[in-house]
């Protein structure tokens, strides 16, 4: 399946929301970078880990927005190679919202089953179907309003289908970019909202998407729970490894809430 790549930067761009989807706030006062993290620090340390992990884009495989969008959901506590499994039988049977939308969600269930939560995502991706059928014209909108409002769309997902599909800037906060940019020194939050705000204060937004795909390959690959800070490319700026206490959260709230397809997230 082919992996569709679209270009980074985009005069849109969807900042975290202070009071509605994508309204501009502002990090709270002793959240913005935690351990002196000042822009300049914060844009070494993305050299340094873009530098390490070239080219890092979603491992999710997807062709248009439709399909980045359903895998995207069926991410939710699941690895992307299981998703990358399941969903060519998915997107060849039902490529489209039209089809999807014409289902029950029974009928999903077998298909979706290994990537788990598999009632809970069926009824997800047929609900969100039919609300692009009823709202969108069977397309796949391109605003952060419009995409947390339909089934199984958290602020994580949409931001992570406005950025690799539209060229939106928009950047997705999962468990490992909690993890690491606490670690790092960026963010001193287990709260996934108050991160991307800070992330977002920090780094222009022409860079936020390519931002949140580093800092998960680098949770994936090197700042894992475990980290191997010997092959940190970042380790010399690293609050963690210098030993200033900065540590990641113990249950990243992202964690609970990502863990809940079906629940709209709406903005803190
Ligand atoms: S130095 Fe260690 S803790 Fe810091 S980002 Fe690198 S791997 Fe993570």
């Avoid at 990090?27 to 873009?50: F, H, S, V, Y």
């Avoid at 390490?52 to 997807?62: K, R």
């Avoid at 995207?72 to 089809?99: E, G, K, M």
């Avoid at 709202?135 to 958290?154: F, N, R, T």
Wanted: glycine letters at 8%; proline letters at 9%; hydrophobic letters at 40%.
């Amino acid at each position: 399946m082919t992996k569709t790549r679209v270009a980074r930067t985009r005069s849109t761009a969807v900042r975290p929301a202070a009071t509605g989807p994508g309204a501009r706030s502002s990090a709270p006062p002793g959240q913005r970078g935690a351990i002196g993290a000042t822009p300049a620090i914060a844009r070494g340390i993305l050299d340094a880990l873009e530098g390490q992990h070239p080219n890092a884009f979603t491992e999710l495989n997807f062709s248009n927005a439709f399909e980045l969008l359903v895998a995207t959901i069926l991410s939710a506590q699941c690895t992307d190679a299981r998703v990358n499994q399941t969903t060519p039988t998915l997107f060849a049977q039902y490529p489209d919202a039209s089809t999807m939308a014409a289902l029950e969600p029974e009928t999903l269930e077998p298909i979706v089953q290994p990537t788990g939560f598999f009632r809970m995502k069926s009824r997800s991706l047929v609900g969100m179907a039919r609300a692009l059928m009823a709202d969108h014209g069977g397309q796949v909108p391109a605003s952060l309003e419009a995409l947390v409002a339909l089934p199984g769309v958290g602020r994580k997902t949409a931001n992570v289908v406005l950025g690799h599909a539209f060229g939106i800037p928009g950047l997705p906060v999962d468990r490992h970019v909690l993890r690491v940019t606490n670690r790092l020194g960026l963010v001193k939050s287990d709260d996934a909202v108050v991160a991307e705000t800070v992330l977002c204060d920090l780094y222009p937004p022409e860079r936020w998407t390519l931002a949140s795909d580093t800092f998960i390959l680098h949770g994936r690959r090197i700042c894992r729970p475990t980290p191997q800070c010997d092959r940190c490319a970042a380790r010399q700026m690293c609050a963690y490894a210098r030993g200033l206490g900065a540590s990641a959260p113990r249950r990243p709230r992202t964690m609970t809430a990502a863990a809940r397809p079906a629940r709209k997230t709406r903005p803190r």
